[in-house]
Each structure stands twice: as C-alpha cells, then as structure tokens.
C-alpha cells in the first residue's frame, strides 16, 4: 500500500531532550517536506527536500533540523525541544517538486514538550 | 504573501443536505489546489486536487471548482451525510519551493 508514515504517532517528551520524528515513503517520491499545525495557524510549512542531500527551509524552520540521505526517508530533528514546539506535526510527499503532482500526508504526530 | 481564507471556519447542517464551502486566496500564481480532509487526531486525507488549468473536479458527492482570476474555490457535498463530519482544508501550490498554503479550515458537522 503507497502511504507516509511517521513514528513515534504521540511523544510527550521535557524540555532540551533531544529527539527525531521519523518519516518514510514507499513511493519513490522526489519531494518531501514537514509541516506543523497550531490552532488558529493552520498549517505551516517547516522543512522540504526537493530530493536526496537538497533541503532547505521552509516558513517556521527554527528550532528543527533535517537530513535526506535517502529517497524514501525525511526525519526531523528537534535538537533542544521547547515548549512552543508542542504540536501536531505532518510529513508529506509529492512524486516530484513540480506543483502539478499531489501531495500525500502521513498520519501526523503529536508532540508534547514540557 | 500568499494567503487562503476559509469560510465559513464551522458549519452544521442536517443530514441530507447540499452544502458548499468556500476558499479564497490572494494570489492567483498558483500551480494547483487541493482539497484535504482531517478527522479528529487523524492525518489529512486528500479529497480532490484541481489543476491551474482546470475549472472543477468530481469524485463521488464532492464536486470542487476553481476560479483562478477571481481567487475562489469551492467544495460542493451533494446530500451530506453524518460520516461527512470533518475539518475540511483547502490549500493552494504555487511558488519556487511548491509548498502548500493551507487555510484554516471549515469544521463541518452533519448532524442525523
């Protein structure tokens, strides 16, 4: 089945303990990307790759880092997590950077940071 | 800037009924819209992609249309039912890094 997954699906984690909220895709999709959501925000783009080794930072990238070393996997890193980072975070892929394609979401991830 | 406007942001109607919800957006440089539903701690279910260069998509009861000059989409529901019941976001592509300007989104409840 073609799908994004995302692990952990809810983390509640403290303040400055590092983590990683991994994704992958079975797709063979060029693009990826993260988002998160907040009430009242919507949903705000963090991270996206146009393919292997090529990220780059989207509207909210402060606070997170990302790898792609391989097609299939985008994680997302929180380095020293913040309480304003609690939120609901989603990973997405599209076939190819082109607008043209749909973009297909994982299931999401709540994090939690106290 | 970009921005997607949704309205309205709730919306409750009976079972049975035909319901329109409206995005709006600022610029009209966009490559696509998408149509996305999320139910409640779930993750976003793509309902309907439309192309700069359509007018409008159907799939099933949903019907999604496109107006490009004036910075409007809708989507149609034809004959609601309660498993209808969602947030339902809209958001536009457009840009150099092809990233999707979600709206706010419209919680819509069908009531039985």
């Known amino acids: 089945e073609a799908q994004v997954t995302q692990n952990p699906r809810y983390l509640i984690t403290v303040t400055g303990k590092k983590l990683t909220v991994t994704c992958s895709q079975n797709m063979n999709h060029e693009y990826m990307s993260w988002y998160r959501q907040d009430p009242g925000l919507g949903l705000r783009q963090i991270y996206y790759s146009m393919n292997v080794e090529a990220t780059d930072k989207g509207d909210v990238p402060e606070g997170y880092k990302v790898s792609r070393k391989e097609k299939r996997n985008f994680p997302l890193i929180l380095e020293s997590p913040s309480p304003n980072q609690t939120s609901l975070y989603f990973c997405?892929?599209?076939?190819?950077?082109?607008?043209?394609?749909?973009?297909?979401f994982g299931p999401g991830t709540r994090l939690t940071v106290t | 800037k970009q921005e997607v406007t949704q309205i309205p942001a709730a919306l409750s109607v009976p079972e049975g009924e035909n319901l329109v919800l409206n995005c709006s957006f600022t610029?009209?440089?966009?490559?696509?819209l998408q149509w996305f539903r999320q139910d409640p701690g779930k993750g976003l279910t793509s309902l309907l992609l439309?192309?700069?260069?359509?007018r409008e998509q159907t799939s099933g009861r949903l019907n999604a249309s496109l107006d490009k000059s004036s910075g409007r989409s809708t989507l149609y529901i034809a004959a609601s039912q309660p498993g209808d019941s969602a947030t339902y976001l809209c958001?536009?592509?457009?840009?150099?890094?092809?990233?999707?300007?979600f709206g706010t989104g419209t919680l819509l409840a069908v009531q039985p």
């Open positions: 997405a892929s599209s076939l190819f950077p082109s607008g043209v394609y749909e973009q297909y």
């Open positions: 958001a536009v592509r457009g840009g150099a890094t092809n990233k999707l300007i």
């Open positions: 610029d009209s440089a966009i490559y696509n």
């Open positions: 439309i192309q700069s260069s359509q």
